[in-house]
């Protein structure tokens, strides 16, 4: 079984650090199943590949068990895939031979260990229950660019036809540790198995490395599901800890309305007349589907269903408390059948490709990018402007010229604790001639509220059509 791992990032030796492992030779471990040995096939400053090769001992494994019974139970024991494939075996391995790499740990360049680097990962092969369209409905989500090679299951008997082995590419942005971790969790997935016994300290290592990204990724409960072996009660709880992890029920309480960024606004009704100008700009667009993402409590939802030209309308948020708020505050058990049957709500995160938010007319993101930092925002450009791509994008974020008007906000300070960024309305027709430019969008911009005529007004609105020019 062969993993290899490759980048380009200046210099690519770098990778020697990240990885724990000496460029320079080759280094074997002992492992209970066999060996692993870490080397590297390339070696330069404008290009580097580790390589992960296992060594699987097969009648090691079962020597002195019995096999099932009758002699073909036996046999498998012997004749089998998994010295080949990439299975659960490559995750144990992972988490001992680069375990500290896997934990985002660099003794030599701790700075290094958080750097998102250009990787290519290559696994030789993996068998995969699902085939090529389940490979990327794992891996898509995460961000990772997959190349899927899939194998014949004889080269000279074609009409035997495919077999469930395919050779897996993953190209991504990201950091060493996240993509070790990502293919720690999945590879058992992928192979709906694994070779020793499936317990409650599963549960605890699948919450462990799914954190940050497990809890929002839309195939959540199936890789729950393989991962521990399609154990009920392991499967309902580590979902039921996922949630909670989530919203923890002893997590600060919201802010109140009479204090931060809605009291500031509270004069003004800002955030009436933000979701006014969103309602007035899509229905000028004639959008009949609507994405609404970081929707929250429902606020712009109930407007959109109290609007019977929105034919479809899809709320999405990270926080599934949230969701479960919107479902309250719009009184869905109670809506007829009609309207109801208009609306979805889905939990997911816009850090994540997501097949549920494509072939929408527009997309409504109210007051959400400003709680994004760098890696994330430039995340959440590709799932919405790569890969979701509605016709028209709405985008509203704070005008941060306009908070010298709040008495009461002190200089330099955001208006929300969670802002992680608050942008003039030069830095934000900068960003979105960026977004035009990548991804094909023409932008044109409408302020909301009052308007200062030297401050321009507390919300900047930017409307994105795709294909089109303002």
Partial sequence: MLLTIRTTASPAT???????????????????????????????????????????????????????????????????????????FLSVALAQVLRSAMAGQSKERPE????????????????????????????????????VTPHPLDDRNPEWGMSRYFTLTLRAECRVSELLTHLYVLVPVLDDDKHYWVGDEEVDKLLKHGEGWLSAHPERELIARRYLRHQHGLVRDAIDRLIAAE????????????????ALEEKISLNDQRLSTVLATLRSVGAKRVLDLGCGEGRLLRLLLDDRSFEEIVGMDVSFRALESAKRRLKLDRLPAMVRDRLRLVHGSLMYRDSRLTGFDAAAVVEVIEHLDAPRLAAFERVLFEFAKPATVLLTTPNAEYNVKWETLPAGRFRHKDHRFEWTRDQFQQWAGTICERFGYQVRFAAVGDQDPALGSPTQMGIFTRGEKP
Avoid at 114 to 127: D, F, G, M, S
């Fill in 112 to 147: 290094l260990a958080q750097a998102r680097l250009v990787l290519e990962a290559r696994l030789a092969v993996v068998p995969c229950r699902g085939g090529e369209e389940f490979l990327r409905r794992l891996f898509e989500p995460l961000g990772y660019q997959v190349e």
């Fill in 14 to 88: 770098d990778l020697g650090y990240l990885l724990h492992k000496n460029p320079a030779r080759v280094q074997s471990f002992d492992l209970s199943f066999g060996r692993a040995h870490v080397f590297y096939p390339e070696v330069s400053a404008e290009s580097c590949i580790a390589a992960l090769l296992l060594d699987v001992d097969p009648i090691g494994l079962v020597r002195g068990r019995r096999g099932p019974p009758g002699e073909g139970g036996q046999l498998e024991q012997y004749v089998n895939d998994r010295p080949f494939v990439a299975s659960s």
């Fill in 247 to 262: 919203d923890p029920l002893d997590e600060e309480p919201d802010e109140p309305l009479s204090t931060g960024e809605a």
